[in-house]
């Protein structure tokens, strides 16, 4: 079966410009992840979905993140407007049950983010 | 709220050697246990994970890790590390009843011909 697509592997933008990045889960999966990870630390979960609903965003910088998922398939993950403090590779995961259970998280390649 | 700590940021090992991968954890209620590998430009994949019952889990690729309630411990271990396991390793937490995982900041395994 494939596994989760990311896109663009790479981008480069300046401080205050806006980026988006696309998300396509594993087939049939309910729940998809966007973590952050910076250079040297471990993945923070961002924010995950429950088909086409949050189920936690606690950790995401709402003034300047925003994530959709509107078809419950794939998602959208963007910045508007990026600081240098948000270079950072952005993971997307997927897990097939809906929640409750300790269901494996499979990762997409990431999208790398460097911005000057 | 819990957390994770892997104290070790990087392990140098000889080839053939074995390895072992500290991760402490802290939590107020009891907690899933998973170690995730990241090789170079890759994504994280799923190694081992402890769930219930034995405390000695086994994993892809020869690794096993071993749960220690007492010491709210989760080391990693292999007994003939390769080349190819190069990599950065994460332990990672999830309290029970949620899907929510929390990631340890990580350590490179670095196997030396």
């Known amino acids: 079966e494939a596994g989760v697509a990311q896109s663009p592997r790479y981008k480069i933008i300046e401080k205050r410009q806006s980026v988006a990045f696309w998300c396509n889960p594993i087939?049939?999966?309910?729940?998809l992840y966007w973590y952050q990870q910076i250079l040297g630390q471990g993945p923070k979960l961002l924010i995950q979905?429950?088909?086409?609903?949050?189920?936690?965003d606690s950790q995401l910088p709402k003034d300047r993140f925003s994530a959709e998922r509107l078809k419950g398939v794939d998602s959208t993950l963007k910045i508007q407007p990026a600081k240098l403090e948000d270079s950072a590779v952005y993971l997307c995961?997927?897990?097939?049950?809906?929640?409750?259970?300790?269901?494996?998280?499979?990762f997409g390649p990431g999208t790398r983010l460097t911005v000057l | 709220a819990q957390s994770v700590t892997q104290l070790d940021s990087q392990v140098p090992v000889f080839e053939e050697a074995p390895v072992e991968l500290r991760c402490n954890y802290s939590?107020?209620?009891?907690?899933?246990l998973f170690w995730y590998v990241q090789y170079p430009n890759q994504g994280l994949q799923l190694l081992l994970k402890?769930?219930?019952?034995?405390?000695l889990v086994k994993g892809i690729n020869g690794f096993e890790a071993e749960f220690n309630k007492s010491q709210t411990s989760f080391h990693l271990r292999k007994p003939s590390v390769h080349i190819s396991d190069t990599a950065e390793y994460f332990c990672?937490?999830?309290?029970?009843?949620?899907?929510?995982?929390?990631f340890g900041t990580g350590t490179k395994l670095q196997v030396i011909p």
């Open positions: 402890y769930l219930s019952g034995s405390t």
């Open positions: 087939s049939g999966h309910a729940t």
């Open positions: 979905f429950q088909n086409n609903g949050v189920v936690d």
């Open positions: 939590s107020s209620v009891s907690v899933y």
């Open positions: 995961a997927s897990t097939f049950l809906a929640g409750g259970s300790p269901d494996t998280q499979y």
């Open positions: 990672a937490v999830t309290p029970r009843g949620y899907q929510k995982v929390t």
